[in-house]
């Protein structure tokens, strides 16, 4: 499997996901305000795999900081980090977890708050798998054996440190023996369903066909799809899901035309502060994304436009949220409350 981002000696290496599946190229950032830029850019995106990419970040940041001077330059590196991208919950859940070990190691030598940084930040990583295989295993008996699944954006190994969350759902049903395959949306308008999940299931042999977003609710009510599966940027309380913009229309067309609606995500992607998903902060990203295609203007010029990179599905919606720890199900407020106790 396809190896998203890794701590090396040289630095923070990743895929660079801007240009697959055309080119298999990998970047090395050897500053934590490069790793700022890969995921701004989105050389690095997904949930998970901006998480783990901030955890570096912020190792690499004080590996290179003024001892003399860590306090006030661990502070800087946290705050570009968190300032890449607004809406997935995973990229502060990291943040937060690096400065809970930073303040612990108070008073030691820096040489041992490095070390200490460096083996979190692995460890995160490393985590970020298990938790996909444990999400794979209670995600797996609710995939109908012998259907077609259907997946907006791309959750899989790209977007986490490997497996994926809805695509290690997929993953997971084929182990366990059932004969699936998946319908996976382009996702316009970064296209990650068509350049990222069409890739790397191909890469795995799995079988799937690539639909434009708007063929989604076509096969639907063709009685195609036995079940969506997507993946989360952030779950309010009441079970409100953030995920790629166009999940909502999927949802809602799941619901009309009775076909399950699941998303599978860590309890990392849980954010039990905001009651609703009304409080999510949706990314808003450059025009350009929509009035071009590869560089190339397919619309007039001047014309205004709209670029939200997310929206919110409301629960009432969603049949069930797998995690890592079990499977959450309406009232979402007491299931999600229970699961993230742990
Ligand atoms: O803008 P992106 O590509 O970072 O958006 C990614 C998604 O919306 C994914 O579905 C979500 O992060 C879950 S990834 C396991």
């Given at each position: 499997m396809v190896e998203t981002i890794q701590w090396t000696a040289d630095?923070?290496?990743?895929?660079?996901?801007?240009?697959?599946?055309?080119?298999?190229?990998?970047?090395?950032?050897?500053?934590?305000?490069?790793?700022?830029?890969?995921?701004?850019?989105?050389?690095?995106?997904?949930?998970?795999?901006?998480?783990?990419?901030?955890?570096?970040?912020?190792?690499?940041?004080?590996?290179k900081a003024d001892p003399a001077n860590l306090d006030a330059e661990f502070e800087r590196i946290c705050t570009m980090l968190a300032r890449t991208r607004p809406t997935a919950v995973n990229l502060f859940w990291a943040i937060d977890r690096m400065k809970a070990l930073y303040a612990t190691l108070r008073g030691r030598q820096v040489e041992e708050i490095r070390a200490a940084l460096v083996r979190e930040a692995e460890e995160i990583k490393v985590e970020d798998i298990a938790i996909n295989r444990a999400m794979g295993s209670h995600g797996a008996p609710l995939i109908p054996d012998g259907r077609t699944v259907l997946t907006h954006c791309n959750a899989g190994a790209l977007a986490t440190a490997g497996f994926g969350t809805a695509l290690g759902v997929i993953r997971a049903a084929i182990d366990s023996g059932k004969k699936i395959d998946v319908f996976a949306d382009e996702t316009r308008p970064f296209l990650q369903g068509a350049r990222l999940t069409a890739w790397e299931l191909q890469q795995d042999g799995i079988p799937t066909t690539l639909i434009t977003d708007n063929m989604a609710g076509y096969f639907m009510r063709q009685g195609r799809i036995g079940c969506v599966v997507v993946g989360a940027d952030r779950i309010a309380a009441n079970g409100d899901v953030a995920n790629k913009v166009g999940t909502y229309s999927v949802a809602v067309l799941a619901k009309e035309n009775g076909v399950p609606f699941y998303v599978a995500a860590p309890v990392s992607t849980l954010d039990l502060t905001l009651d609703t998903g009304d409080r999510i902060p949706i990314e808003q990203r450059n025009s350009r994304e929509v009035t071009e295609v590869f560089g190339v203007p397919v619309a007039p010029e001047g014309i205004a436009v709209q670029n939200p990179a997310f929206d919110v599905t409301p629960s009432r919606y969603v049949t069930a949220i797998i995690t890592e720890r079990g499977v959450a199900r309406a009232p979402y407020e007491e299931s999600l409350a229970r699961l993230a106790k742990g």
């Open positions: 630095g923070v290496v990743m895929i660079d996901q801007t240009k697959l599946p055309r080119e298999i190229v990998y970047v090395t950032c050897k500053t934590y305000e490069e790793v700022a830029d890969a995921i701004v850019t989105m050389v690095i995106r997904g949930a998970p795999a901006i998480g783990v990419a901030a955890a570096m970040g912020v190792a690499i940041g004080v590996l």
